[in-house]
């Protein structure tokens, strides 16, 4: 991978063949883990502005119409918070000279809070190319990692690395997008009167790289060549950086009337409930089943499961462009017209093979093809197979094999032992996409952001029913494995000793399961729900998962922390399999201004619905613990959450809720997955939501037809 410094340039030809649609990824860090930023794109003219306000992508705008931009979201890995971009370069207009990728932070928040800011790029084929890390940052809310420029038919990646104070807003605004918050029309109204007497004023931070006044124009970068640290090689000469637009705005002529202003990109981020409509039913009596598109009550054996599953998907994914755009964006897929197939039969050697399905898309007469193989019901995935579907698509020309199962892929880790060809000139990725994830994908659609056709918006509802019913094969991760049994014994009887295989494999399990939470979570929220990686950069995650195990064996404690996003804090899921309990906690902290015993009182009255038994512990300044009880022994009595010691500090409130843990290793309702699932449940509904500052579900202002 190509390791860049600030103000480096490098061509992506040189580094692949396949960067007609690539992927950039921003990632951080952050102490407490919750650190968190949002990513945007401007596209930019060869003026150095925007063409208009649609060539500004952000969360209230992630998605360009002819797919050239997609902002993929948030993932979690070993080294924090990544949130990807998917670009098909193809499908950019000729007129987009400059492609910027910038993140911001909500408030008062620093990038200089972040750890560990990066940049990576990876081609179609889902390899990393190149890698740019930020140095130096000062307390600033915007920041351009980095930009695309075109230099003929090629296209180049620049490291920038440069902040802004005046945060998305401001940062939008000076590339000429014209922002509808009152405070930046406020600030827009000063400069443009500053600048009649001064000449114009720029928001770049101090120290962070301010570009030169060019009078609009971007002076022509220095193409030299890059090379790694440590080569032979002449380093790439810093380019003249690029100047900064100067804002749009400032009075009428005199004598002309003030055009009416057309709606503007709004960066205050919308939450919206769908409102929820309820239908008298027709039946005569209760137990008359809806007619469903997708029936499942038919299905008997597996293969038949696989079957109807691969049928089902592919078919919406091909009907509804805007589901099926977001299932392969981030697999490299180009935007353009869908068809799957089914039933397909290629030859290999003396026998042919028959993956589950193909998925293909044509875009400006080229073609992206992936075979499909699927799995359901918990059966696993045979690397044999995908072996030779691998083979196959280098032989034919195709671009990727993409697997589904109910198994979760882990951080790091290739989910099956699957030999690449190096020598082969084409190169097939591998992807697998969890029917957690599927189900993830179609919630947050049909459910939060809105579909504007209302067939397609039925398609989607027939989808989510088929995919959540049991008969279905799709439930996602519902087996801890062989090793659950064996480890939890051996730890009630205090014989598993450190270094045990069986513990990792547990390990694991609980990592899936957690990803798995999180994926039901946010869709059921319409929120961004993340495991939070607490590991610095560069840890090995074998070592990381091995000292898990290790601490599994001397703690007898599995334990995980998620974070949700805009949510009051971070929420902690425990497992205890000595005392066989499930811990779902949540720390506030104490306010900033104000009394002990007004913010006691105001605690347990936003708690009015949360169940007695929740527990509440008040944390103090120092080593020793603060006072605690539950909510049914404090709400008489909150001044009992006061510590007794004069002077002692009060940092804030953790609150618990405890659960029994279920006793088998799959998803029955006895199991021990089904017990974290509702533990997750509960403790989210009854505590989290009543908490200051918990999030609401979130939605575009677009609609669903019919989402009802």
């Known amino acids: 991978m190509h390791t860049m410094v600030k103000g480096a340039n490098v061509s992506l030809a040189a580094l692949s063949e396949h960067t007609g649609s690539v992927i950039v990824s921003l990632g951080w860090t952050s102490q407490g883990g919750d650190g968190d930023a949002d990513v945007c794109v401007l596209l930019v003219d060869a003026d150095g502005k925007v063409r208009g306000d649609d060539d500004f992508y952000f969360y209230n705008n992630p998605v360009a119409p002819d797919g050239s931009v997609h902002l993929l979201g948030k993932t979690a890995g070993t080294e924090g918070s990544e949130d990807r971009i998917g670009f098909d370069l193809t499908a950019l207009p000729a007129a987009v000279d400059r492609i910027v990728v910038a993140a911001s932070r909500d408030g008062a928040a620093g990038f200089d809070e972040l750890d560990d800011l990066r940049v990576t790029l990876s081609d179609a084929a889902g390899d990393r190319l190149l890698r740019f890390a930020p140095e130096g940052t000062e307390a600033v809310s915007a920041l351009v990692f980095g930009e695309l420029y075109r230099r003929g038919t090629d296209w180049k990646f620049r490291a920038v690395g440069q902040g802004y104070a005046s945060g998305l807003a401001g940062l939008a605004t000076d590339f000429g997008v014209d922002i509808e918050d009152d405070a930046v029309d406020a600030v827009d109204a000063v400069d443009a009167a500053s600048a009649d007497e001064d000449g114009g004023t720029g928001t770049a931070a101090a120290g962070e790289g301010n570009l030169p006044d060019t009078g609009g124009a971007e002076p022509a970068p220095v193409d030299a060549p890059v090379t790694s ?386 527990h509440i512990e008040t944390l103090v300044e120092g080593e020793g613990g603060g006072p605690r009880g539950t909510l049914e022994r404090l709400r008489p009595e909150p001044a009992d959450l006061l510590p007794r010691a004069a002077g002692t500090r009060i940092t804030g409130f953790r609150l618990s809720l405890f659960k029994g843990m279920g006793s088998g290793r799959g998803n029955a309702e006895s199991g021990f997955i089904r017990s974290v699932d509702d533990a997750v449940h509960r403790f989210h509904t009854s505590v989290v939501l009543h908490l200051d500052g918990a999030p609401a579900r979130r939605s575009s202002p677009k609609e669903t037809p019919g989402a009802a």
């Open 229 to 614: 640290p440590g080569s032979e090689q002449p380093s790439a000469a810093v380019p003249a950086a690029p100047s900064v637009p100067a804002p749009r705005g400032g009075p009428p002529p005199a004598g002309e009337e003030p055009a009416a202003r057309p709606r503007r990109p709004r960066t205050a981020k919308k939450k919206i409930t769908l409102p929820r409509i309820s239908r008298k039913s027709l039946a005569e009596n209760e137990s008359w089943k809806d007619a469903r598109l997708f029936p499942v009550s038919a299905l008997r054996s597996d293969r038949e499961r696989e079957n109807r599953a691969t049928s089902v998907l592919l078919s919406v994914m091909a009907q509804v462009p805007e589901f099926g755009r977001r299932l392969i964006a981030g697999f490299g897929a180009p935007a353009g017209r869908m068809e799957t197939f089914t039933e397909v039969s290629l030859p290999h050697g003396d026998t042919p093979r028959r993956p589950d399905g193909v998925i293909r898309v044509e875009r400006a007469g080229k073609l992206w093809t992936a075979l499909v193989e699927t799995k359901t019901n918990g059966n696993d995935l045979k690397a044999e197979q995908v072996q030779a579907y691998m083979d196959i698509a280098a032989r034919r020309g195709y671009e990727a094999v993409i697997t589904l199962s109910n198994d979760v892929a882990l951080e790091g880790t290739p989910l099956l032992d699957v030999r690449v060809d190096g020598r082969r000139k084409h190169k097939v990725a591998l992807w697998h996409l969890p029917w957690a994830e599927v189900t993830y994908q179609a919630q947050t659609l049909i459910r939060h952001e809105g579909v504007g056709n209302p067939a397609h918006a039925w398609l989607l509802q027939e989808l989510l029913h088929y995919l959540q019913h049991d008969n279905s094969g799709c439930h996602g991760f519902q087996n801890m494995g062989a090793s659950w049994v064996p480890v939890r014994n051996g730890i009630e009887d205090e014989t598993l000793s450190q270094g045990d295989p069986r513990a990792l494999e547990v390990v694991e399990s609980w990592e899936r399961l957690i990803r798995q939470v999180c994926l039901g979570l946010g869709g059921e929220l319409g929120l961004r729900v993340l495991p939070v990686q607490r590991a610095r950069r560069g840890g090995d995650h074998g070592v990381r998962r091995a000292r898990s195990a290790d601490q599994l064996c001397a703690e007898g404690r599995l334990h995980a922390d998620i974070k949700i996003e805009n949510g009051p804090g971070v929420l902690a899921i425990t497992a205890d399999l000595r005392t066989g309990k499930l811990r779902t906690s949540v720390e506030i902290p104490a306010p900033e201004q104000g009394y002990p015993l007004t913010w006691a009182k105001r605690l347990i009255r936003r708690l009015a619905e949360a169940p007695a038994d929740l």
